[in-house]
């Protein structure tokens, strides 16, 4: 089993910076992606973007430029780093991880734009 905790949601003006976290605990030996997804209420859940233990990282089009998602392997972390939010980015931002094949999710973090 792995377990994820979201911190770093919160409330942000248009525009503004927010800086996601989720750590990765448990059987975290051989996670081979994480990554971070949002659902918007009456919408399903799309990809924000994603990592791989190598470094690889894959963004959904409309974020890219904006959104950054970084890993610590050490401490079995990954960020995201969203700027020049807009109130389309207001969602439940979800952490994921996939580890033989098995998809691990943590409990979400609201993130509100609005002025």
């Known amino acids: 089993q792995v377990q994820l905790v979201e911190s770093g949601g919160g409330l942000v003006q248009p525009g503004g910076s927010l800086r996601l976290s989720c750590a990765a605990s448990?059987?975290?030996?051989?996670?081979?992606?994480m990554g971070w997804y949002r659902q918007a209420p009456g919408k399903q859940r799309e990809l924000v973007a994603t990592t791989t233990s190598g470094g690889i990282t894959d963004y959904a089009d409309s974020l890219k430029g904006r959104f950054t998602i970084s890993r610590d392997n050490a401490k079995n972390t990954v960020y995201l780093e969203m700027n020049s939010l807009k109130p389309e980015d207001t969602a439940v931002y979800y952490c994921?991880?996939?580890?033989?094949?098995?998809?691990?999710w943590g409990q979400g973090t609201q993130v509100t734009v609005s002025s």
């Open positions: 448990g059987r975290v030996s051989s996670i081979s992606r």
């Open positions: 994921n991880a996939v580890r033989s094949y098995i998809n691990y």
